[in-house]
């Protein structure tokens, strides 16, 4: 980059794209401006892309991407000219601003891209993967189509692939993503995307594509490089990696051994990194008494925090927490509020509680028909609870006619369940000679 950039534009590239911290974004942006404002040509395409494009985490601002995208062509950039007909914007006073061709600008920045430079590369093969080479010189015709666009898919991952070989991350992700995938005329290849991602490793920060990896490699079942790359996340304090081996130990199923105290101490280490599915599921440890002793004051503080962070399903279990009054007194709106909450997102949520606040008019108004309706819906997910509540209801004759025989049934399917308060309930039932349930 040294022979096409300022020391400070180069500095700012290294921070937006060849590293993988968020932290050092803004330090970067603030150097691209800073280029910008001592009007150095390319740096005004750099910041065009942090603002088309929200690279950096910037804010998109269509305008701001125009109006950087035109000083940098007035300046003579032509990666400002190829950035600008990326971003769909070469038209109008862009375009008017040019003072040679798009092909000009093209070879121009072929140019730097055979000589080496990772940025550079990275636009070409942009230009090969997005179909501006087919749209704006080669113009096949319909017969003609699908072999140019073959031959334009190799040679944009072969300019990505140069690129990422110099630690370009973008560059990176369409390279391993459009193998991956099988997208813009480049051929599925699950196998060859992870060969050569592997090629990859202490050339590019690949810290964001840890987890990608890891399931790719589950899917094909290899969990013994699965757990290498899991291992490698949590020696560079990825979180989700972290989470991703916490998860292995947890079930046992994947390569390794259950182990549910080694699960809980990875989860409370992707939770001091702050990740929200760290302390979720450090939190169902220990509500559930895996790696621990049992301790639902402490979860209940975990879960919230999850939630706090954004976690979905921590509301779900924090709706429990409040129903049954486990680490927190008992309240039924709060329960009733937590659930609607994830009725409104569209979320899962325990239906079985909701079934049962609403049979019994607990922190919602009564709707027997609404209430039977969700617990029988929860019964077909295979919730023993809920066949534990139809029971009682059937007992009781809550909303429907009491129903001695149906509420065996249910209890019977909540006891094989082994849900609790289900073998009590069929405990105070006994069969008559005739082979009929009553009361004792």
């Known amino acids: 980059m040294e022979n096409y950039y300022s020391d400070t534009l180069r500095e700012g590239l290294r921070l937006l794209y060849f590293q993988a911290d968020p932290s050092r974004f803004p330090e970067g942006v603030r150097l691209l401006e800073e280029a910008v404002a001592n009007e150095e040509p390319h ?32 300046l003579g950039s032509d990666l400002c000219v190829l950035g600008a007909d990326r971003m769909d914007i070469l038209k109008g006073d862009v375009e008017r601003a040019m003072t040679k061709t798009l092909e000009d600008s093209y070879h121009g920045v072929l140019a730097m891209a055979e000589a080496g430079e990772p940025m550079a590369q990275y636009a070409i093969g942009l230009f090969y993967f997005w179909g501006d080479m087919l749209l704006h010189f080669q113009k096949p015709s319909k017969q003609e189509f699908l072999k140019y666009e073959k031959q334009n898919a190799a040679e ?10 110099q630690g370009c991350i973008p560059a990176f992700r369409n390279a391993f993503n459009s193998v991956r995938n099988g997208v813009n005329g480049v051929e599925q290849n699950m196998e060859e995307a992870l060969r050569w991602a592997e090629t990859m490793d202490g050339k590019v920060d690949m810290r964001d594509y840890y987890h990608s990896l890891i399931l790719e490699y589950q899917k094909l079942k290899r969990h013994a490089d699965a757990i290498r790359w899991c291992e490698k996340g949590v020696r560079d304090r990825v979180s989700v990696c972290i989470v991703d081996l916490g998860l292995v130990y947890l079930y046992g199923d994947r390569g390794a051994k259950e182990d549910d105290a080694e699960a809980l101490r990875l989860f409370k280490m992707a939770a001091e990194c702050g990740d929200e599915y760290g302390y979720y599921n450090a939190a169902r440890c220990i509500y559930n008494g895996w790696g621990c002793e049992k301790n639902y004051d402490e979860a209940f503080r975990w879960f919230d925090e999850a939630a706090r962070r954004g976690h979905q399903a921590s509301k779900s279990y924090l709706a429990q927490c409040y129903f049954w009054g486990r680490g927190i007194e008992t309240n039924y709106e709060m329960a009733v509020r937590m659930m609607n909450a994830l009725l409104k997102e569209r979320q ?3 239906k079985e509680l909701m079934g ?3 049979l019994y008019g607990k922190g919602i108004g009564r709707d027997t028909i609404r209430g039977k309706r969700l617990l029988e819906e929860a019964t077909q997910a295979g919730n023993g609870m809920a066949w534990k509540f139809l029971g009682d209801m059937y007992d009781a004759g809550v909303g429907v006619p009491e129903n001695i025989p149906m509420a065996i049934s249910c209890y019977q399917k909540a006891a094989e369940k082994k849900v609790a308060g289900a073998a009590e ?3 105070r039932y006994k069969k008559t000679l005739f082979g009929k349930w009553k009361r004792k």
């Open 43 to 74: 740096a005004f395409y750099f910041l065009a892309r942090c603002y088309g494009w929200g690279d950096g985490n910037v804010k998109e601002n269509d305008k701001k991407a125009r109006q950087l995208s035109k000083r940098g062509i007035e």
């Open 348 to 350: 899962d949520y325990p």
């Open 356 to 358: 049962y606040c609403c």
């Open 425 to 427: 309930a069929l405990g």
């Open 156 to 165: 944009a991952l072969k300019w990505f692939r140069r690129s990422a070989g």
